[in-house]
Nanobody, 125 residues
């Protein structure tokens, strides 16, 4: 069983930065595909970013590609999401996810096996 715990959310103003962190149990981030999703009030959960086990492949949603960076630290078994130039539309609960290394399309919700509880990010104007 993999346990994922997100942290780093909070209330910020538009234009600010935040760094989210996901702590994983076991040797997860080195062997699993890892990702961040988000869910805004009244909307479905959506893909934000993903990173492959070997860190060769990173993928981003177009809405964040020039502002967010996903990274991981295998030694600390953590995955981070650096979010810069935050906008009000980035307001959401952000979730960390882990899935098998065989994932072909990381943008789908149904390929991910483990999910964290989420951390709230609120961006004010």
């Amino acid at each position: 069983q993999v346990r994922l715990v997100e942290s780093g959310g909070g209330l910020v103003q538009a234009g600010d930065s935040l760094r989210l962190s996901c702590a994983a149990s076991g040797s997860t981030v080195g062997t699993y595909y890892m990702a961040w999703f988000r869910q805004a009030p009244g909307k479905e959960r959506e893909f934000v970013a993903a990173i492959s086990p070997s860190d060769v492949y990173r993928d981003y949603d177009a809405s964040v590609a020039d502002r967010f960076t996903i990274s991981k630290n295998n030694r600390k078994n953590t995955v981070a999401l650096q979010m810069n130039v935050l906008k009000q539309e980035d307001t959401a609960v952000y979730y960390c996810a882990a899935g098998p290394s065989s994932i072909i399309d990381p943008r789908g919700n149904n390929v991910w096996v483990y999910w964290g509880q989420g951390t709230q990010v609120t961006v004010s104007s």
